[in-house]
């Protein structure tokens, strides 16, 4: 019940075009949901996030889309960069678990590769 | 402002050795949570720790603790190391207050067990 399955696994996209990853929880109490991106030798650094309050956010070429009936969000990155080559987590966390919300729980990622 | 910072960047240990992992928060940030990442298992999260007292722990055995300073700084140890043990061990810091969110992450330590 704790996990998040994600895919694709990998993607390869063309410059310009629309990258999409999808994920799935399982446990209906996770109330934040943060997408995360890593570049090799790197941490991990914050993209974007939502609550299941909200259906949609947008931050410049990044989207994501929750679906709380399907127990689903997305990331949509529009006018996919070369630069936007790297592993891309989905996660969730509980807001009241422990009080805190350092414990994500991480999709396995997927890697996307942005063809020039 | 100075982001997450892990030492030692690399090591190599060998089988029944222990290790200690440190991790210097952002500061201002009063939790500091760990992570194990392996290319099977992808991103786990181990434990976090706040205010010196650890607040939640992921399903690792008992060889894997921390814990946190006064000034929130973090350790963690790994006892009798594994092969399976090697991987990148990643800290995050968050400023906890309930009203900002995010963790951010450091580079990581990756551990090589022989």
């Known amino acids: 019940q704790q996990q998040v399955k994600q895919s694709p696994q990998s993607l390869i996209v063309q410059k310009g075009g629309i990258s999409i990853i999808n994920c799935a929880y399982e446990?209906?109490?996770?109330?934040?949901f943060p997408w995360y991106q890593q570049f090799p030798g790197k941490g991990p650094a914050l993209l974007i996030a939502?609550?299941?309050?909200?259906s949609e956010k947008k931050e410049g070429r990044f989207t994501i889309s929750f679906n709380k009936s399907a127990k689903q969000f997305s990331l949509h990155i529009m006018d996919s960069q070369p630069g936007d080559s790297a592993t891309y987590f989905c996660a969730a966390s509980l807001m009241n678990y422990g009080g805190s919300q350092g414990n994500l729980i991480f999709g396995k990622g997927t890697k996307l590769s942005v063809k020039p | 402002k100075a982001g997450v910072t892990q030492t030692p960047r690399y090591l190599i240990k060998t089988r029944g050795q222990q290790v200690t992992l440190s991790c210097s928060p952002i500061s201002g940030h009063r939790s500091v949570s760990w992570y194990q990442q392996t290319p099977g298992q992808g991103l786990q999260f181990l434990f976090e720790y706040f205010s010196e007292t650890q607040r939640n722990k992921g399903n690792f055995p008992g060889r894997f603790s921390g814990r946190q300073f006064s000034n929130s700084r973090s350790e963690m140890n790994v006892s009798t190391l594994e092969l399976g043990d090697s991987a990148l061990y990643l800290c995050?810091?968050?400023?906890?207050?309930?009203?900002?969110?995010?963790?951010?992450f450091g580079p990581g330590t990756r551990l090589l067990v022989l």
């Open positions: 939502i609550r299941p309050d909200v």
């Open positions: 446990n209906t109490a996770f109330d934040y």
């Open positions: 995050a810091s968050m400023r906890a207050d309930m009203t900002q969110e995010t963790q951010y």
